[in-house]
């Protein structure tokens, strides 16, 4: 079965320190990878994604996420952080010919100052 | 990219009467979903709303209970019908601009609609 895994519910990075948010998936196929911020009480907002190519991805708020095929993640990164991120961040993954997206659980995400 | 508009942003309500949500965006999509979302949890599809033939519904949700329309490209309504509490959650407009197959595409979501049932 397909599916995605963030393996922390909350996360706290200090001010400008880097940041990690984990996500690892299991897919048949070659897995299409993204991910979604979602900051109080709004919708979930569109932050990054890889299709093929080049496996590090630039994305929105200087974000940036790693592919790698043989650990099967792709983990959001910034290297300074923000109080602004502190917001819920989704990993999701869709695969095949199939449109839906497999969603993970969501990580909270705390940046203290 | 998609802008999306839902109505209403949030409501309170009482058990056993039902609510409409709108779902409206900015340009003809292909595909259209509802979810829901627990807060600070993931999200759930509810159904595919399809443009002029009846809504795809996921495991363990009903058409009685939600009934969806998609009247054309670039509109849908989600009612939750005869409401108790356990349907106070976030209900969420999401779309696909364009939909060839292979996956990359990027889905993009409305603000949500925060429902209260008492």
């Known amino acids: 079965a397909q599916s995605v895994a963030q393996p922390e519910d909350q996360v706290n990075v200090a001010e400008g320190n880097p940041l990690t948010v984990k996500c690892t998936y299991s897919?048949?196929?070659?897995?299409?990878l993204f991910w979604y911020v979602q900051y109080p009480n709004r919708g979930l907002q569109f932050l990054l994604k890889y299709i093929t190519g080049d496996n590090l991805v630039k994305g929105s708020y200087g974000f940036e996420a790693e592919f790698n095929k043989s650990q099967t993640s792709f983990h959001l990164k910034k290297p300074s952080a923000l109080v602004s991120d502190s917001a819920l961040y989704f990993c999701a993954v869709r695969a095949g010919s199939n449109y839906q997206l497999i969603w993970g659980a969501g990580t909270k995400l705390i940046i203290k100052p | 990219s998609a802008v999306i508009s839902q109505k209403p942003s949030r409501d309170i309500c009482q058990r056993g009467t039902s609510l409409t949500i709108q779902c409206q965006v900015d340009?003809?999509?292909?595909?259209m979903f509802w979810y829901r979302q627990q807060p600070g949890q993931s999200l759930t599809l509810i159904a595919t709303?399809?443009?002029?033939?009846?809504?795809?519904?996921e495991s363990g949700f009903v058409i009685d209970k939600f009934p969806i329309s998609r009247p054309n490209l670039t509109f849908s309504t989600l009612t939750v019908s005869n409401m108790s509490p356990e349907d106070s959650s976030i209900y969420l407009c999401s779309v696909l601009p364009y939909w060839v197959a292979g996956g990359g595409e990027t889905q993009y979501f409305g603000p949500g609609t925060r429902l209260l049932v008492l």
């Open positions: 897919v048949s196929g070659n897995p299409y």
């Open positions: 340009s003809q999509v292909t595909m």
């Open positions: 709303a399809n443009q002029g033939s009846e809504a795809t519904y």
